[in-house]
Nanobody
Framework: VQLQASGGGLVQAGVSLRVSCGAS????????MGWFRQAPGKEREFVAS????????YYADSVKGRFTISRDNAKNTVYLQMNSLKPEDTAVYYC?????????????????????WGKGTQVTVSS
């Protein structure tokens, strides 16, 4: 199983960026997917999650209204559209997969029940 995140980069505050995470070796449509991030010197934190069908999404308060998570099950890919980026959004962004049959938005939000983690992609927002 492999989760490969991509699309990170160095951007200025206020612009948009979309990161993607492609999955292989797993029945993608059976997994709740999520994005987490870890800034230097800080613990990894939940950003957003999406149900296996894409019908339900959840966001951390810090990104609500600015970030949008989506998925394309035909492409085995989950996306995170990040708008109005701020310097405090600077972090390594990781995607994660949790089996839908034993995960809830709450468990994923707390980082529990996750079977697979991607390697992460760096997002740096300059002021």
């Amino acid at each position: 199983v492999q989760l490969q995140a991509s699309g990170g980069g160095l951007v200025q505050a206020g612009v948009s960026l979309r990161v993607s995470c492609g999955a292989s070796g797993v029945t993608f449509s059976s997994y709740r997917m999520g994005w987490f991030r870890q800034a230097p010197g800080k613990e990894r934190e939940f950003v957003a999650s999406i149900s296996r069908t894409g019908s339900t999404t959840y966001y951390a308060d810090s990104v609500k209204g600015r970030f949008t998570i989506s998925r394309d099950n035909a492409k085995n890919t989950v996306y995170l559209q990040m708008n109005s980026l701020k310097p405090e959004d600077t972090a390594v962004y990781y995607c994660a997969a949790a089996p839908s049959w034993r995960s809830t938005p709450a468990t994923m939000g707390s980082g529990n029940g996750i079977d697979y983690w991607g390697k992460g992609t760096q997002v740096t927002v300059s002021s």
